[in-house]
């Protein structure tokens, strides 16, 4: 690999005590201009960040162990995503692609084309948020389908609008004092190996949901199955071999739209650039 030019020593130095004073400065003015429903994690505003490492307001240095969740594994500030960001931005900072189309929204459609799994015909559309795609996803499904039934698993995330967090399992901490949600989504349970009786296959994981679907939703009412390949908030469930296949097969028998929400899991976060990708091989995919 080659070598990587950091503009900041990736090393923890610290300066001050943690916050330091520029911090806590900042968290005043904070508290006086940002709703209190936007919580934080850590209590150092930071400054500027590179690779692995964050520079905070008052110059101490710290190892960056969230990465924005997660989302900057090339690097805080790689210079590649720098150049094209910089390169985008010089020749126009926005047009709606719904008003005036460009290249770029093209490109990103033909590479995600190319890097998603499949080999069928496959077109992309772009949105500002995970939870804003898989709205539209069910969106499409229904319009598609002509029914209105979404399938959801336990232990499932899918976002913080309101039919995103209807699909959403946990009322703690994600729901509460937000409700009513959307209505149709039915929740059925997910494979879960560590917590599942002892040898249960992903097949027979599957069934034990598809048996729920048909019998108290009923097939031809499901629009969309969503699901994450290998569930995030719901603690990195990885769910049996075999488990997915069957799903998808059951959705391509029953005429039901197979979603794999792969905002968490997916972009090389389980080693391969979707996760849905370890089931690749199968027939059914
Ligand atoms: C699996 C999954 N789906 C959807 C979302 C919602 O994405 P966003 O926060 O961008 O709306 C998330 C966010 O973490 C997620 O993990």
Same mark, same amino acid.
């Given at each position: 690999?080659?070598?990587?030019?950091?503009?900041?020593?990736? +090393?923890?130095?610290?300066? =001050?005590?943690?916050?330091?004073? %520029?911090?806590?400065? $900042?968290?005043?003015?904070? #508290?006086? *201009? !940002?709703?209190?429903?936007?919580?934080?994690?850590?209590?150092?505003?930071?400054?500027?960040?590179?690779?692995?490492?964050?520079?905070?307001?008052?110059?101490?240095?710290?190892?960056?162990?969230?990465?924005?969740?997660?989302?900057?594994?090339?690097?805080?500030?790689?210079?590649?995503?720098?150049?094209?960001?910089?390169?985008?931005?010089?020749?126009?900072?926005?047009?709606?692609?719904?008003?005036?189309?460009?290249?770029?929204?093209?490109?990103?459609?033909? +590479?995600?084309?190319?890097? =998603?799994?499949?080999?069928?015909? %496959?077109?992309?559309? $772009?949105?500002?948020?995970? #939870?804003? *795609? !898989?709205?539209?996803?069910?969106?499409?499904?229904?319009?598609?389908?002509?029914?209105?039934?979404?399938?959801?698993?336990?232990?499932?995330?899918?976002?913080?609008?309101?039919?995103?967090?209807?699909?959403?399992?946990?009322?703690?901490?994600?729901?509460?004092?937000?409700?009513?949600?959307?209505?149709?989504?039915?929740?059925?349970?997910?494979?879960?190996?560590?917590?599942?009786?002892?040898?249960?296959?992903?097949?027979?994981?599957?069934?034990?949901?598809?048996?729920?679907?048909?019998?108290?939703?009923?097939?031809?009412?499901?629009?969309?199955?969503?699901?994450?390949?290998?569930?995030?908030?719901?603690?990195?469930?990885?769910?049996?071999?075999?488990?997915?296949?069957?799903?998808?097969?059951?959705?391509?028998?029953?005429?039901?739209?197979?979603?794999?929400?792969?905002?968490?899991?997916?972009?090389?976060?389980?080693?391969?650039?979707?996760?849905?990708?370890?089931?690749?091989?199968?027939?059914?995919?």
């Amino acid at each position: 690999m080659a070598e990587i030019e950091y503009t900041l020593e990736q +090393k923890r130095d610290l300066k =001050t005590s943690i916050p330091g004073p %520029k911090s806590v400065e $900042l968290a005043e003015r904070r #508290s006086n *201009a !940002v709703a209190s429903g936007v919580a934080s994690s850590v209590p150092v505003y930071a400054d500027k960040l590179d690779g692995g490492v964050i520079l905070d307001a008052d110059g101490n240095q710290l190892i960056d162990l969230g990465s924005g969740i997660a989302v900057t594994s090339v690097g805080a500030s790689a210079p590649k995503v720098v150049e094209k960001v910089k390169e985008a931005v010089e020749k126009f900072t926005h047009t709606c692609f719904m008003v005036t189309p460009y290249e770029g929204y093209v490109a990103v459609g033909e +590479k995600i084309a190319e890097l =998603t799994p499949g080999s069928f015909d %496959k077109r992309a559309a $772009l949105f500002n948020s995970g #939870s804003e *795609a !898989v709205e539209n996803a069910v969106k499409i499904a229904r319009t598609y389908t002509k029914r209105s039934a979404v399938v959801v698993f336990d232990h499932a995330y899918h976002g913080r609008t309101n039919l995103t967090l209807a699909m959403t399992s946990k009322v703690m901490p994600y729901k509460q004092g937000f409700g009513p949600f959307a209505s149709d989504v039915y929740r059925v349970p997910m494979s879960y190996p560590f917590r599942d009786a002892d040898g249960m296959t992903g097949q027979e994981a599957a069934e034990r949901a598809l048996l729920l679907i048909e019998k108290q939703v009923g097939a031809e009412n499901v629009a969309a199955v969503v699901i994450e390949p290998i569930q995030g908030e719901g603690g990195f469930i990885v769910p049996a071999e075999g488990f997915l296949p069957t799903l998808t097969k059951w959705c391509q028998d029953n005429g039901a739209v197979f979603v794999a929400d792969e905002v968490q899991a997916g972009i090389a976060r389980t080693g391969t650039w979707f996760s849905s990708e370890w089931e690749a091989s199968s027939p059914t995919w």
